[in-house]
């Protein structure tokens, strides 16, 4: 089930992430353990931001799993500082600029950390195929 916005943009039901130049189209799933993201979705941290107008919304997920051969955030390398990323939240539509692409290490927790500006941050493990690092994109609300 669908809607649409005043702007005949087409709302999807439920909570979505989109980054056309990472190839990302997936839900977004809320839940208590991070193990929700096992069923091929991303999954927003709980102690992070759940309004999209304020601080900072953390979501992680995959980029490999055995098996499924392209996970939600298998193509989240190819994204790059100024594109764009759609996030569809509670039956409304926001619209991100990404500000910063890093590689941190796991023990980075202040990449989670509250933030003065709409921030949105996504995150995956990194390299492909290795949990050493973690790839980062950050990206403000437009």
């Known amino acids: 089930m669908v809607r649409q916005s005043s702007s005949n943009e087409v709302i999807p039901k ?8 990472a190839k990302v189209d997936t ?3 809320e839940g208590s ?3 929700v993201i096992n069923n ?13 107008e ?14 499924d051969p392209t ?4 193509g989240l390398n190819d994204s790059n500082v100024g594109d764009e990323i759609k996030l569809y939240w509670q039956g409304k539509s926001y619209k991100y600029k990404i500000v910063s ?15 003065e500006k709409p921030t949105l941050t996504i995150y995956t493990c990194y390299p492909l195929f290795i949990a ?11």
């Open 71 to 74: 996970p939600p955030l298998y």
């Open 27 to 29: 839900e977004v799933v």
């Open 40 to 52: 091929g979705n991303v999954w927003r941290r709980p102690a992070t931001s759940n309004n999209p």
């Open 132 to 142: 050493n690092q973690r790839l980062v994109v950050q990206a403000e609300l437009q």
């Open 54 to 67: 304020s601080g900072n919304m953390v979501i992680v997920g995959h980029n490999y799993t055995y098996r």
């Open 101 to 115: 692409k890093q590689i941190v290490s796991p023990s980075a927790v202040e990449i989670e950390d509250p933030t």
């Open 33 to 35: 353990s991070i193990s």
């Open 14 to 21: 439920e909570n979505r992430l989109i980054l056309p130049s």
